[in-house]
Each structure stands twice: as structure tokens, then as C-alpha cells.
């Protein structure tokens, strides 16, 4: 089984925009769900959806890394214990900024279970990195 999502896009926008939309607190709360969230190693952060027909979901963790533009922390969704990683970076080009994401450690789920999360995850990162990619455009009014 492939363990790990990678995603790249090359956005409009300059690097340091682009890092504090993925790492503040407020502007990914935004773009993405409810963020308590901090770029500051070893932060226990909760992202919690809004509630629908399944109730409301929350993704744990912990930042292991907050460096300028690599941004890694652990994933954890819900009431499981199984641990992932995700990594963004970030990288200035002549007309914006590169995104690299990965979402590594997915064979940490047992069996088929691995199989339905990287499934959901593949989907749920190009979503996220659509709501990223309009909020830029709308907030930050380029590209």
C-alpha cells in the first residue's frame, strides 16, 4: 500500500503569505475547519469541524516542527490512537510560492482500515488545498 499523500501546487502569492495562512490560527480557521493552532514546537493542537449528520470531527496532534516555511506535525483523527504526519513546505519561486504537502504514516491504520483513510485523505487534501488556494485568492486578492 502507498503510504503516503504528497500534493504540490505553485500558488500566486508570496512565501510569507502563504505561511501564515497555514500556520495561524485564525486564517485556517478559515480556509479549512476551527483551528486551535500554533507554529511553535511541541503545541498540542485541535482542529474541530463544524457539526453535520456524523457529529463533529476533531484532528489532534503535535507540532514537531515549525522552522520557516516546513511545518510538520503529527495527525490524529478523533477517538483513534493511531498517529500520522503531516508535512508542509514552502518554497519561493519567480511568480509565488511552491507547496509541497505530505501526509506520511498511513500504514499506521490496521488493514483495510489504512486503505479507507489514505482514500479520505487523498480527497480531503485536494479539498483542502482548493479552500486554500480560493481563500488566498480572496484575502489576499492575487492570483
Known sequence: MN???KKETVLKHNIDAVW???TKAEEISTWFIKADFKAEKGYKYVFTSEPNEKGCTTITGEVKKANPYVLIYTWIVGDTKVETTVKWE???TKNGTKLTLEHSDISNYAGDTAIA???SFNGGWDACISGLTSYLKQEVNAG
Open 20 to 22: 501564515n495562512a497555514i
Open 3 to 5: 503510504d503516503v499523500i
Open 117 to 119: 483513510m489514505f482514500e
Open 90 to 92: 514552502l518554497e519561493a
